[in-house]
């Protein structure tokens, strides 16, 4: 396939050049708490093409990086990390590997709470990930994460993204449909349950039915939706914005009435490709942003209202598209009408009870 078909939904490097290129902003709102619920630290070494080229570039993103995103100017007060198949353990049982990545990503959270490294406590939550449908290995491996996250590990990431057209780009390479139906899976979200840790879910929006009968199926479980619940615009959803929307509203009209689910707002810069950020000539303001997320992220609020959602980066995936401050100032402009109380449960008060942070 050519790059012109794949973009979307694949992670590339960010673009250093093509961001400073993005016009200045004064960021809003500056003082506001922000708990920054969903990023991603990783160090992918790529994968080496013909020549000097490269099939997959290198990325690399760790508390550095991060941190320098971070010091753009929003007050972000914390973070929640969330699973990115990073360093997983190269040896010993397969279901157990994913405990490397909580290891890891605790020594990061160890050295940002020492101090050395600014106020925001970065990875102060911890969201792994377990193979739910693995029968008895989930809770030796569950309890494997507990221990190794030093009091931060909240929950599993087991994402079931799916769709049937290989342009979209699967959450795995051997994602099936109906995994959240399946009855392995909800023995191991009962397991998961039990241990009072979170599921974070990711499915794309012609999928959310699975979500809402799964949180239906376990009322007293934490199911958190991520990323405004996947609308997608790119492949077969291309140039049906319209319809997209409706079909998205109905179904999240739905999950909403499931009082166990939790939204998270933003994370739509790959996936619902209101923007091409491939081909622009530079980054969208955050007003441009504001407007293009403003349906999504405005019906949202308005349907889990401000207690049931909270907001993300998801960096440094949105960074192929836009700056860490215009992002915040994009999420903070389409909840410029919300009171200081709404913003700051959307901001930081939801996330800090959901993911149960100090």
Request: net charge positive; hydrophobic share 40%; proline share 4%.
């Given at each position: 396939?050519?790059?012109?078909?794949?973009?979307?939904?694949?992670?590339?490097?960010?673009?250093?050049?093509?961001?400073?290129?993005?016009?200045p902003e004064d960021i809003l709102d500056p003082d506001l708490p922000i708990i920054d619920t969903h990023h991603h630290l990783w160090h992918r070494p790529g994968v080496p093409g013909p020549g000097d080229s490269w099939q997959v570039p290198p990325m690399r993103y760790l508390l550095d990086e991060f941190l320098e995103d971070c010091r753009t100017g929003h007050n972000i007060v914390a973070t929640v990390f969330l699973q990115c198949h990073s360093m997983y353990r190269a040896s010993g049982p397969e279901p157990m590997r994913p405990v490397g990545e909580t290891e890891f990503v605790a020594g990061i959270a160890?050295?940002?709470?020492?101090?050395?490294?600014?106020?925001?406590?970065?990875?102060?939550?911890?969201?792994?990930?377990?193979?739910?449908?693995?029968?008895?290995?989930?809770?030796?491996?569950?309890?494997?994460?507990?221990?190794?996250?030093?009091?931060?590990?909240?929950?599993?990431?087991?994402?079931g993204a799916y769709d049937a057209d290989p342009i979209i780009g699967n959450s795995a390479p051997d994602t099936e449909p109906g995994l959240y139906a399946r009855p392995d899976f909800r023995a191991g979200l009962?397991?998961?349950?039990?241990?009072?840790?979170?599921?974070?879910?990711?499915?794309?929006?012609?999928?959310?039915?699975?979500?809402i009968d799964l949180a239906r199926a376990f009322p007293g479980g934490n199911i958190i939706m991520g990323h405004c619940g996947g609308p997608l615009g790119y492949g077969p959803y291309a140039g049906k914005r319209d319809e997209v929307f409706a079909d998205w509203k109905k179904l999240v009209i739905e999950l909403a009435k499931c009082q166990n689910v939790t939204m998270k707002l933003g994370g739509m810069m790959m996936r619902l490709a209101a923007t091409d950020y491939m081909a622009e000539e530079r980054p969208p303001s955050s007003a441009e942003l504001a407007a293009l997320w403003r349906p999504y992220v405005e019906t949202c609020i308005e349907l889990f209202g401000p207690n049931r959602c909270m907001a993300e980066s998801n960096f440094p995936v949105e960074k192929m598209g836009i700056g860490y401050a215009a992002l915040w100032n994009a999420?903070?402009?389409?909840?410029?009408?919300?009171?200081?109380?709404?913003?700051?449960?959307?901001?930081?008060?939801?996330a800090r009870r959901v993911y149960r942070l100090d």
């Open positions: 396939m050519s790059q012109t078909i794949t973009r979307y939904g694949r992670i590339s490097p960010p673009r250093l050049e093509w961001l400073a290129k993005a016009p160890a050295m940002s709470d020492s101090g050395n490294y600014g106020k925001t406590r970065v990875a102060a939550g911890i969201v792994g990930y377990a193979d739910l449908t693995k029968g008895d290995w989930v809770t030796p491996v569950l309890e494997a994460h507990i221990r190794a996250g030093g009091g931060r590990f909240r929950g599993v990431r087991h994402s009962g397991k998961l349950s039990a241990l009072g840790l979170s599921l974070d879910a990711w499915v794309f929006h012609p999928q959310l039915e699975d979500v999420l903070k402009r389409i909840a410029s009408g919300a009171s200081a109380a709404e913003k700051e449960a959307i901001f930081s008060g939801t």
